[in-house]
């Protein structure tokens, strides 16, 4: 079946622009996170979601940063007021939410965004 | 402050050889180990998982977990030039939900 589908695949903006960044997870699966990918480091957690809430968003790190799951499936990251130093990649990635400790992140392709 | 180590390398092996990777946590409650694959510009790519202390086998690769060292390896057997990647071991605290924390990935080059 089809994967984890993120849009856009580039995005470039200007400084104190707004964006919104597009996540369509696995068929089914209740779960869904977005990390965010800086040049030689590993993702970083951003926020989860289980079904349409936000089951932790521990990891946006201001207020800038909003995200949302209407319907519990496609979510859209949206970044208020970007600055150069949100550039990076976004991941999405999507997981059953029902398989116990073997529960399993499957990443998207993910969104390059570039704040000049 | 939940951490996940990995020597960031590279770590250069010639074709055929067995390259070894390390990861090690900082979560004793952790439960869930992965690992990640990552060409340049592309996205992580799950390759293996494991549960429970020992080794787990799936074709050219095996993860070993000690919880007790709070340590976990792959190590990848006849490498190939197409196993040159970033590998990214992931860790997920207690539960069954929620992030994974990454460390920051160890660059392997198989060398023909």
């Known amino acids: 079946g089809a994967g984890v589908s993120q849009t856009p695949s580039n995005k470039v903006t200007e400084k104190g622009k707004y964006v919104e960044l597009r996540c369509d997870p696995i068929s089914g699966h209740t779960a869904l996170y977005w990390y965010r990918q800086s040049l030689g480091q590993g993702p970083e957690f951003l926020i989860y979601f289980q079904g349409t809430g936000a089951a932790d968003d521990s990891g946006l790190p201001n207020d800038r940063f909003f995200a949302v799951r209407p319907e519990g499936s496609v979510s859209t990251l949206k970044i208020q007021r970007t600055e150069r130093g949100d550039s990076a990649v976004y991941l999405c990635?999507?997981?059953?939410?029902?398989?116990?400790?073997?529960?399993?992140?499957?990443f998207g392709p993910g969104t390059r965004l570039l704040v000049l | 402050q939940k951490e996940v180590e990995q020597n960031s390398g590279p770590l250069s092996v010639p074709e055929g050889a067995i390259a070894s990777l390390n990861c090690t946590y900082s979560d004793r409650g952790s439960q869930s180990f992965f690992w990640y694959r990552q060409y340049s510009g592309k996205s992580p790519e799950l390759i293996m998982s494991?549960?429970?202390?020992g080794d787990k086998e799936d074709g050219r690769f095996t993860a070993q977990l000690n919880k007790a060292s709070q340590y976990v390896s792959l190590l990848i057997r006849d490498s190939q030039p197409s196993d040159s990647a970033t590998y990214l071991c992931a860790v997920r605290g207690g539960g069954s939900q929620g992030n994974l924390i990454f460390g920051k990935g160890t660059k392997l080059s198989v060398k023909p």
């Open positions: 494991i549960y429970s202390n």
């Open positions: 990635a999507s997981s059953p939410g029902e398989r116990g400790i073997q529960e399993t992140q499957y």
